[in-house]
């Protein structure tokens, strides 16, 4: 069996008595300490100008222990480097010395030693400060950015269910990335600081339904609806409005994003989130609406939107702001926004009966009468524009005496500005209401009636009050020539798409027939003539006001030209007799009554298509002639019908085609059976 060695070799060579060798002692050497790659950082370009934060970073990762101070500092100081070096273009070298110090496994490690379950920790706000800083200043690989993505996204993932969740932290890392230089880290920024606003402002918002029956329900929201600043300790938290941690242009640009969700085809997530900010704002106006010209452009816009919904909710904002800021409303309203636009009078329109109950809205207003930029465009002295103040006024005798100055008022009738002219406009009605003014203005009313050609609602039933105030404070024998010019004018205005509009000019009408002197009736048959029909489809109409003002019109104008049997028809409502009435009474004018329903095929309502199409019908039958481009137009003209909305119009108009077109087989059988008697005696010759 084979020997083992000895366990101890010393104790071996001593038993056997082997002499040992003796060496000499070895020389002394010196101990030295391994020293930092860096000597003094010199090679780092930016050394020179963050020295102490250089130093910071190099003692830090050398230390074996930290707290939380130091821990703190060594992040600010990374931001601080970071951030020095490119503001001062000295970025050049940071990567190496993030990499020689290790400075994202660093950032890695405190991240995962802070608490899942919460993102309310200062540290890790500044751990993913840092970490921002770094990737801007290039000072970190791609690799590493996204292990660091990783690292982030396993903390956020980790989060207990958004109702339970103090967001702020979120709000605060993304503030920096909102003034970047880089226009596309500044969207997304933004983007998210409003998904985020909308998800804190929703979760507010359940708080406060589950708070509603509370009498302290108001304050709590008010409360709520603010974030808390979460990058400093709890005791030194402070509730800070949203609004003032951000930019006023990115609090409007939050605002007309909110607006944009709310009016676009958004999910019903988004529009409820979009509703949650829409509530924060309202509470505080004065730090988000601060961008008047902005804010009042996108509402002039999307009020075209033909939804009640939408419009409310853009003439509650619009209210808010002329309430917060009322001079730069009316200012910005008459000057930044299109003002032959409808809309834009629209606007005007509800903006001035809400100031109207501030002490404040006269000065305000004569303020923005004299502005010398508004005067030059509107081609008006500041004295003459200013005269509209008064039409803002209660009306006294002192200032409709200084109001009527008819010169003055004529000039401003030709401004091309509906806001002012609907001022300008309102002042005249004020002046027609009373009797001994109404003859003065009477000169004026060639100028009123111009106005029309804005089509515009408001401008209309304005100039309609203005007629009629004026025709009935004056004698027939005045008001003969301006029934007269106005008789023709007056009747495209019976098919207008406010019913306000259409009662008032039927009703001004019938003032216009009874007002004509028996020696001018002559002049006004034709027009009364032309009137007939548009009120027998008007007496259909679905506005009850309008219906009877068209039958009460219907039996003016029968009166007037002395038919009885229309005025009985007329009176007992009978529409199905007043149809024979105009179509028996004389056949030359049935080709004039069929050319002249056609456009009501088209009309929204459909009590008034149904009307048109029944009209039709009889009307071809009681027509002289009956020719085949005149049947194909009417046919043609009643095919989009077959596919109305509307069940009886759908099938008046299919049987009313089909009647049609039985016409034209006959007419064109008729030609036919003509033609071969025509060349009968050809033949037989």
Known sequence: MERKPPKRPRVAWKKSGAPRERKPPPEPYEVTEVQPLRADADWLPVYAVEKEAVDCIEAYVNMEEKDLVQKMQFLNCICLLCSSARRKCLTASLDIFSFLNNLPEHIEVLLCEEPREQLTTALRYHCMNAIAALSEAMAISESEILHLLNVCFSVIFNLPPKENLNICLYNHVLLPFTISKRKTVCERAMKQIRKLCGCTASSFRQQLRRHEHSSQALSFFASQSCLYSSGLPARKACAQPLGKNLHPSQRTDIVLATLEKITGDYSSDEKEWAEAILDVVRRDPGNWLMDVPEILG???????????????????????????????????????????????????????PVLKTSEHILDELSNVLQDQRLCENCNVTTAELSLLRLTVMHPTEENMQQLCQPACLQRLLKIESLPLLWLVLTGLVLLSERPETA????????????????ASTPITLKVLNIFRNVMRNLGKRQASPIALQLAEKILPLFNHVSSEVREGSIRLFKDMMEAVVWCKKRNMKKAVRRGLLP????????????????????????????????????????????RMCLLQQDRRRVEGYLWQSLPYLKDSQASLRCEAVTFLGLAVQHSREQSEEMLNEICNALQPLEDDAHPAVRSLAAGTIQMLRHER?????????????CCWPCIAI
């Open 535 to 578: 009120l027998l489809f008007q007496m259909s109409d679905e506005t009850p006001s309008v219906a009877q003002a068209s039958g009460e019109a219907l039996v003016a104008c029968a009166k007037f030209l002395k038919w009885k049997e229309l005025k009985h028809q007329a009176r007992e409502e009978n529409t199905v007799g007043i």
């Open 298 to 352: 996108y509402i002039q816009t999307n009020l075209k939107i033909e939804s009640t919904s939408v419009q409310q909710i853009l003439f509650s904002v619009l209210d808010l702001l002329a309430i917060q800021f009322p001079k730069d409303v009316l200012r910005s309203v008459l000057t930044d926004l299109p003002q032959t636009d409808s809309t834009t009078l629209d606007m005007w329109s509800s903006v001035l």
């Open 665 to 677: 087989q006959q007419a064109a059988s008729a030609r036919s059976r003509l033609a071969a008697l």
């Open 439 to 454: 003859g003065v203005i009477r000169a004026l009313l060639p100028e009123v009636m111009e106005t029309l050609r804005f």
